[in-house]
């Protein structure tokens, strides 16, 4: 990545001029079935630009899973730039959501009391766990029908083609607009791609302008985007992450621990409730073992060494097999030589 920096072209994106960002568009668009493409510089500034995008005029709402990244994790943008509302609906079966649970939250009403819907936005993977493409699909053709615009927030749609669940093209046909993004389990430092028509694109780039996110000498940018993608996601890298997340979730469980969400892709969601740990106290005994966390949500690389695996081994190993003993496991009393 480095060196594709330094090799880069340095010409200006916002008069599209740069050709190793416009390369990168295109091939985007071309991997998605899509016409066209735009550079943004984050997950968030893709979902956010296509939605102002799609979105010209309310009253109008915006129909997501409750747990959504652009619901509840981008500052309430669609709120600020989209004059929108947006209904989280809650999946019946618990992982993701169907067909059926979103006629039942669309509001389709042309009655002046109401908000109608004019957006379904769907991520995916969603927590690790993947969104199936056939539910996906059914989701899809009832939308057309209605005349309902389908946005992706495809962040790490990438994990879900690695796990085998269908192609980038395959999903990206059942929506008008994805976000894809290049500095998650790809690696990039910076940067996401939304693809969409032509029409969607030209109105898009104006948006992006908007609200700052121009980009003189983008190719700095760009150029380790596309490095990331040949060499992660085209090179086969995504799949050993996947089995290193679902090692370290066996690991968790041989000592007796439960999973909050299943392991379907890079993520592992550790059940600290059932293990008698906060998640402020996870981080702190974590910590004192040398190990850096957030709480209990675990998203596994590729390059986490087999030594960060083995301390996390001998982390929950302590944790898990104290609280079998009936040693109170909390940070202030969970002693360090249980997990040495």
């Excluded at 997501?64 to 999946?91: F, M, N, Y």
């Excluded at 990039?188 to 791609?193: D, Q, R, T, Y």
């Excluded at 040949?230 to 086969?236: A, K, S, Y």
């Excluded at 469980?253 to 969400?261: I, N, P």
Aim: proline share 3%.
């Amino acid at each position: 990545m480095l060196q594709a920096i330094a090799t880069t072209t340095l010409l200006d994106d916002v008069f599209v001029e740069d050709t190793t960002t416009n390369s990168f568009e295109a091939s985007i668009a071309e991997m998605t079935g899509f016409p066209a493409g735009l550079f943004v510089l984050s997950g968030t500034m893709g979902n956010q630009i296509s939605m102002r995008t799609h979105l010209t005029a309310p009253p109008h709402a915006i129909l997501c899973d409750h747990r959504s990244h652009v619901l509840e994790w981008e500052a309430g943008g669609v709120a600020t730039l989209s004059q929108a509302i947006i209904k989280g609906v809650e999946p019946s079966n618990g992982t993701y959501l169907t067909l059926e649970d979103i006629q039942a939250k669309a509001v389709l009403s042309d009655d002046v009391h109401a908000c109608p819907t004019r957006v379904i936005s769907l991520e995916n993977t969603l927590g690790g766990t993947i969104m199936p493409l056939a539910e996906t699909r059914r989701i899809s053709a009832w939308a057309r029908e209605q005349g309902l615009i389908m946005h992706l927030d495809g962040a790490r749609l990438w994990e879900a083609a690695a796990a085998g669940a269908g192609t980038i093209k395959e999903y990206s046909s059942c929506f008008d607009s994805v976000s894809l993004c290049f500095s998650k389990g790809l690696g990039a430092p910076v940067g996401s791609v939304i693809v969409g028509s032509q029409a969607f694109v030209k109105r898009a780039r104006w948006i992006r302008k908007s609200i700052g996110g121009g980009i003189r000498q983008a190719g700095v940018l760009s150029a380790p985007m596309r490095v990331a993608l040949e060499e992660t996601f085209l090179g086969g890298q995504l799949q050993a992450s996947h089995e290193r997340a679902r090692k370290i979730a066996a690991i968790w469980e041989s000592y007796g621990g439960k999973l909050a969400m299943p392991v379907e892709t890079n993520m592992v969601w550790l059940d600290l409730k059932s293990a008698n740990l906060t998640v402020k106290e996870f981080i702190a005994v974590a910590r004192d073992a040398g190990i850096t966390t957030l709480g209990g949500r675990l998203v596994v690389h590729y390059q986490i060494c087999d030594e960060a695996v083995d301390r996390l081994d001998k982390l929950m190993k302590g944790i898990l097999e104290g609280e079998k003993s009936g040693v109170t496991n909390g940070a202030n009393t969970l002693k360090r030589k249980e997990i040495d």
